[in-house]
T-cell receptor, first 113, second 116 residues
């Protein structure tokens, strides 16, 4: 099944709070899981990425948690800031080792000041 | 360091017309991928060009075609435009056509195509 299911569709968080976005997949051949951040009027920008041989990766306030047995991966944004307000997409390559990505439907995050 | 640049930024066309969108990859990149992003949706893969050849293709009809030039820039052509072709068209570049941790996919800001 070539799908990546993303939730929630939208999220409102207070400044300083934790934002959590989840993605689920079915194709166990997926071997790379990037997260993209997109601001209005801009193209997606790579935020952080993980391979399935790692259970967690942290870069600054952003952490990816990966659960291979459950076929799920999550983005955690710690100490969320108003500048983090954007749409976030999870993705995976439909063909192993390529840039032919399938994207989730996106999560619109709003961080209240 | 110039990122991925796309032109034009906005375009309005009439149903049945043809359109050409242009992309210059990030400096040092040799591979271009095109994605279509409908409003409120995630990007969908159209095709990828490497060494002036189409290497991968998504589920898009033959009305969508492309080209890559020797300087690695690329064009996306859409013929016989339909209302449903209205979307943001994103160009993304990479170094090599095989996924590498050291060469993530870089996106441009897109061309907003409106078909009336």
């Amino acid at each position: 099944q070539q799908q990546v299911k993303q939730s929630p569709q939208s999220l409102i968080v207070q400044k300083g709070g934790i934002s959590i976005i989840n993605c689920a997949y079915e194709n166990t051949a997926f071997d790379y899981f990037p997260w993209y951040q997109q601001f209005p009027g801009k193209g997606p920008a790579l935020l952080i990425a993980i391979r399935p041989d790692v259970s967690e990766k942290k870069e600054g306030r952003f952490t990816i948690s990966f659960n291979k047995s459950a076929k799920q991966f999550s983005l955690h944004i710690m100490d969320s800031q108003p500048g983090d307000s954007a749409t976030y997409f999870c993705a995976a390559p439909t063909t192993s080792g390529t840039y032919k990505y399938i994207f989730g439907t996106g999560t619109r995050l709003k961080v209240l000041a | 360091d110039a990122g991925v640049t796309q032109s034009p930024t906005h375009l309005i066309k009439t149903r049945g017309q043809q359109v050409t969108l242009r992309c210059s990859p990030k400096s040092g990149h040799d591979t271009v991928s095109w994605y279509q992003q409908a409003l409120g949706q995630g990007p969908q893969f159209i095709f990828q060009y490497y060494e002036e050849e189409e290497r991968q293709r998504g589920n898009f009809p033959d009305r969508f075609s492309g080209h890559q030039f020797p300087n690695y820039s690329s064009e996306l052509n859409v013929n016989a435009l339909l209302l449903g072709d209205s979307a943001l068209y994103l160009c993304a570049s990479s170094l090599g056509h095989r996924q590498s941790l050291n060469s993530p996919l870089h996106f441009g800001n897109g061309t907003r195509l409106t078909v009336t």
